[in-house]
């Protein structure tokens, strides 16, 4: 908006974000987000237009209070975009279907409900399984599946209750067809394209927010995609939205048959991962549109070529992944459905299926698990029966679920009958559970090293498979010229040059990117939004990338969550949208190192040539351990001292993510900004921490530092219960706990903490 000449005052009250930043608008107001509030800011400063659509749930539902008490008349303020008759069209149950039959879309059996008797009479005719969904909520809050009579009653009044309407739509269950989004864009002139298109792994019956989703979609035939397309841009015109909008479909996977299921007339969750997955800003154009220009007038800021009317293209496989809570809150109920669960999400990009979903697998930073993570209580007698309730119930296991299902017999095809999921993805993971078996079984070669890196198996799985140190595979792989190249995320498949320097890696053959030249540093960030690591270390590093800018540095920002700022092609000089763990981290310090390119790749041919056998000799050593390839990466001294031309990397403003990276890039020789690992330690490691404080004479609790159950429970009898719990180098308290009983203690040490090698202070 600024870059056309219009002053911006923004309204907020979150304190965590860059938009309450003073320089990101022309006037902030860190302030409550209600109709009083507002009209006093509206009065003071008397804008022309608000624009409300960019705000998420809370922006529409203010915008519609607004008009509705004519404080927007009364001050002369326009609603930009997308109209008010637009928004309650959408958003309003009983209008939207409307809508839609008039357009002669198909439309689930349902019923406008404002009461429970009304409920209960459409029950009648069309029987449980239903699907609550309230009008005017974010994030499905008050929705659910109501699966039995005796359920009814009780989501149906939750629902009620959390509509700021009291209205709710209840329709006829879908469970087990496809769903299917779609990301629309239109302008007052009323051209409109389709951004992206998306497919929840998980069938209807999931929250979207809950579901891995994938894009583009792997499954429908040209026929459906294009059913549905047409579709969109039917129903996006006939609602008059002005900017992006959000569609889901069910999809009947035995015949062409669809429902509408509901449309976002906002940008949503699956905005941000759409803009994220294609490089099309939507948020970036849809405020363009809101003052009236149009598709043609603007601009494509990634190719700088073509014009925002260009849908985008996509020549890879984008796979999101959502983060749930449950590692902090481990007693909840686990089982996910239409009311959103998840805190936050990881997007991972890669050129097959397989590898994009083990990426992701990797950015969740759950624990260290990787695809092959089984629950302890799936072993035994009652193992198969555990397995195959998780894998029949939504859960945040089910995806190890389904893989311990396929180690232990179980085909594609059974398991898709099961669970409703497509047997497409299943025959992918089948995939993965083959390249597992193969490298347990086959001895390592170049060529089987590479097969299981282009899969997306990252050093650490197929170390712990073959009974290797990690940096033992990565020295052996990198010897053998086996590193990955840059991708470009561009918008148009590589149709047009693309200006912008937005990359994934990938095992392929051609390198897009060149190191940037002069003064650099990585800036490494923090990863999917859990409780305890929030937008707040993403504001930190969007400023660290900001400084370095200013002060004559390049930034390069290392990230792999869809709804941060710093994951903007602009925030940085260069974005790599990347599994934060140490290959992730250290392959593009390696790629970016001054003055060195990567190998030329021609797949498992160059692992062959003669060329790569002779560079053996010239090979420096990583680590201690196996040589490395001198036209590969740049000479590395490791453990054994020494520096590794690489760029600088910047670690404290990426909250945990980062700073638990500090040994391990230390170890590499990597030079670390700001605070390094030994001060970091020094604060994180809990007998550290105890022996400095006493050192300077600073009063502490009394307790110890311990690494067993013995000594836990020795220093608890000593201090008495209650005792605290306090593992080292966690976020917000996780782990953290009161424990009253030593049968208590004993349990929760084995649970939660001792798996780590880290002392617990007690």
Not at 286 to 307: F, H, S
Not at 522 to 534: D, F, K
Not at 583 to 603: F, K, N, S, T, Y
Not at 662 to 677: K, M, N, S, Y
Request: aromatic share 6%; glycine share 8%; hydrophobic share 40%.
């Amino acid at each position: 908006l600024r870059e056309e000449g219009i002053r911006v005052v923004l309204a907020n009250s979150n304190p965590a974000t860059i938009m309450t930043d003073e320089d990101v608008a022309d006037k902030v107001y860190i302030e409550p987000l209600t109709v009083d509030v507002l009209e006093r800011i509206i009065q003071r400063e008397r804008p022309d237009g608000l624009l409300p659509t960019l705000g998420g749930q809370t922006g529409l539902n203010l915008a519609v209070l607004l008009a509705e008490a004519g404080i927007l008349d009364k001050y002369g303020v326009r609603l930009l975009g997308t109209s008010l008759t637009a928004i309650k069209k959408a958003e309003d149950r009983a209008l939207f279907k409307e809508t839609l039959e008039s357009l002669g879309e198909p439309a689930i059996a349902s019923a406008i409900c404002t009461t429970l008797d009304e409920a209960r009479a459409f029950a009648g005719t069309v029987p449980p399984p239903l699907i609550i969904r309230p009008a005017y909520t974010l994030g499905g809050t008050g929705g659910g599946i109501a699966q039995t009579w005796d359920e009814l009653d009780a989501k149906v009044l939750a629902g009620l209750h959390a509509s700021p309407i009291s209205q709710i739509l209840l329709e006829r269950s879908l469970l087990g067809w496809k769903e299917i989004e779609y990301e629309v864009m239109r302008d007052a002139a009323d051209t409109c394209i389709t951004i992206c298109n998306m497919e929840n792994f998980d069938p209807v019956g999931v929250h979207t927010g809950d579901s891995i989703v994938v894009a583009p979609s792997q499954t429908l035939s040209d026929r459906d995609y294009q059913m549905l397309r047409s579709a969109s841009l039917r129903i996006i015109r006939a609602l008059g939205i002005e900017g992006g909008c959000n569609i889901q479909f069910a999809l009947d996977p035995h015949s062409s048959q669809y429902y509408v299921i509901e449309v976002n007339p906002r940008v949503s969750r699956s905005s941000a991962l759409a803009s994220k997955a294609t490089g099309y800003p939507i948020a970036r154009v849809a405020a363009k549109i809101a003052i009236g220009k149009t598709l043609q007038e603007i601009p494509n800021a990634v190719t700088q070529r073509t014009t925002a009317a260009f849908e985008p293209a996509l020549d890879y496989c984008v796979v999101k992944i959502p983060r749930w809570p449950f590692d902090k809150f481990y007693r909840a109920d686990r089982t996910i459905t239409t009311q959103m669960k998840a805190t936050g999400e990881v997007m991972a990009i890669d050129r097959s299926f397989e590898a994009a979903m083990m990426k992701a697998v990797r950015s969740l930073e759950w624990d260290d698990r990787d695809m092959r993570w089984e629950d302890p209580t799936w072993q035994g007698a009652d193992g198969p029966a555990n397995i195959a309730e998780l894998v029949h119930r939504p859960t945040d296991q089910r995806l190890w679920a389904l893989m311990a299902s396929l180690r232990r017999g179980a085909t594609a095809e059974s398991l898709a009958a099961d669970t409703g999921i497509d047997p497409w993805f299943l025959r992918r993971f089948a995939n993965i559970e083959a390249m597992e078996r193969r490298l347990a079984t086959e001895p390592m070669s170049d060529q089987l090293l590479y097969e299981a890196k282009r899969t997306g198996f990252g050093d650490a799985t197929i170390g712990a498979i073959t009974n290797t140190p990690e940096g033992v595979v990565a020295s052996r792989r990198r010897a053998a010229g086996i590193v990955p190249v840059s991708k470009m995320v561009d918008t148009c498949a590589a149709e047009f040059d693309a200006a912008t320097p937005y990359f994934y890696t990938t095992y392929e053959d051609e390198d897009e990117s060149v190191p940037l030249p002069g003064p650099k540093a990585v800036v490494v960030g923090s990863g999917p939004i859990r409780i305890g690591q929030g937008i707040e270390f993403d504001y930190s590093c969007v400023q660290a990338a900001q400084s370095l800018r200013a002060a004559g540095v390049r930034s390069i920002m290392l990230n792999n969550n869809p709804e941060t700022v710093s994951t903007d092609f602009d925030t940085s000089d260069r974005l790599y949208i990347t599994p934060l763990d140490e290959e992730g981290v250290m392959d593009i310090l390696l790629h970016e190192g001054a003055g060195h390119a990567p190998a030329p790749q021609a797949g498992l041919a160059a692992i062959a040539t003669a060329a790569i056998q002779g560079a053996m000799a010239a090979a420096t050593v990583v680590a201690g351990e196996l040589p490395i390839l001198s036209p590969l990466a740049p000479p590395v001294a490791g453990r054994s001292g020494g520096a590794v031309d690489v760029p600088p990397v910047v670690l404290q403003f990426g909250g945990q993510t980062a700073i638990n990276l500090a040994r391990p890039l230390e170890d590499a020789g990597v030079p670390i900004l700001g605070t390094g690992q030994d001060a970091i330690d020094l604060a994180e490691d809990r007998r550290r921490f105890e022996r400095f404080l006493r050192e300077v004479g600073i009063p502490q609790p009394p307790g110890a530092a311990v690494r067993t159950v013995e000594a836990a429970e020795a220093k608890a009898d000593e201090i008495g219960y209650p005792v605290l719990v306090r593992p080292s180098y966690v976020l917000g308290g996780r782990a953290m706990e009161v424990v009253h009983t030593p049968e208590d203690l004993r349990e929760y040490l084995n649970r939660a903490v001792l798996l780590s090698d880290k002392p617990v202070l007690i």
